[in-house]
Every structure is written in C-alpha cells, then in structure tokens.
C-alpha cells in the first residue's frame, strides 16, 4: 500500500492552499498529504484502489475499501472518481484490525465525480461560500460533504466512560461542529482521532 493521507495528533496544518495540495506537505512518517498530482500521475497509469481506516476517540475502528480509485489532472481540477465498495456492510469493531464500516457508501455516493477545493480555489459547486474556508479544509466537496478527511484536527482530553448524547454534549465543547475529521454515520459526526488514506495497483 502506499499511504496517501494520514492524521493522528494534530501536528500538520491542513488548511492549505491548492498549490500545497498539489505539491503534497507534511512528514510522510507522521502527519501528510501525499500530493494531489503525485496521486494523479501513480492512478493513471493503472488501476488502482483506495482504502480509508479511521478510529474514533471510543477506540472503534472502521475501514472501507474501493476497488476503483483515480484522479483526473489538474486541468479538470484533480477530479475524483471512486466506486467498487469491496467487502460486507454493517460491521464496527473495537478489536485492533479494523472491519467495513455501515458507512460505505458516504464517500461513493457523495463525492465521486468531484473536483478538489480548497480555501484559494472554488470547486464544490456550492453557490453562496467556499465549502473548504467554511470547514477550514480541503477535499472534494460537493456543497459541502458527506465525509471530510482533511479538516481541523480536535482534540478531547477528557474520559468516554459516560455514554449517552447528554453526557457527551456536557463534556465536550463544538463536539457536532463539522469542521473536524467527519464521516457520517460514525459516532454521532464526532471528530475522529485518526485517518489514514492509502493506494495500490489492482494488478
């Protein structure tokens, strides 16, 4: 696998510019983004497929695989396309390998077919702001998201021990703001505490 995006502590700033995210930013042995035509150049060579894991502040750990994964060039705005879900629906884990999330279709459905925004460069067809200076990211928005993967990273210190929506409102301050590591249909659009992003050839 080759790790495309990889969040864990909060160290890298991610909102960047379009220039950035093409070039690519960050320490690859810890917080970065690989590079918008980097990834362009390695999945048009050949097929490739995309896998995502993410793990939230509970300890829960989710995957979702895609057997089909590209990025146009820059001239279309490094345009995504992904689809294939590989794998069985519906299943969360708190053991250490994680499993396929109930949350499969989030990236397919909602952002195939997008062009990459960011704070200095509009795509996300959303008429009346920018979707990436909204949330403070970048990604292929489509007025705005579904899943975002690139936003601000939030950190929560305190315990988990106490369960219901109540307890977590209490203790936790903007925690179902949306500008944080978000994909719906995880734990209630808390930020999550890490993501990785990560390619290889289907041949």
Known sequence: WTVIQRRYNGQENFFRTWDEYKRGFGNI???????????????????????????TWTGLKYAVEYE???????EDGYRLTVGGFVGRDNFISTT???????????????????????????????????????????????????SHLNGIYKHYKKSFKKQTKMLYM????????????????????????????????ND
């Open 29 to 55: 042995s810890a917080e970065f983004w690989f590079g918008n035509e980097k990834i362009h150049q390695l999945t048009n060579q050949k097929s490739y497929r995309l896998r995502i894991e993410m793990k």
């Open 96 to 146: 250490p390998e994680p499993i396929e999330s109930d949350s499969s279709s989030v990236f397919e459905n909602n952002h195939n077919n997008q062009k990459f925004s960011t704070k200095d460069r509009d795509n996300d067809g959303r008429k009346y702001d920018n979707c990436a200076v909204h949330y403070q990211g970048a990604w292929w928005f489509n007025a705005c998201f579904k």
């Open 170 to 201: 209490n203790e936790f301050d903007d925690i179902f703001n949306r500008d944080g590591l978000i994909w719906d249909g995880i734990d209630e659009h808390i930020s999550l505490k890490e993501t990785i992003m990560m390619i290889r050839s």
């Open 68 to 74: 089909n994964f590209r990025l146009s060039d820059e």
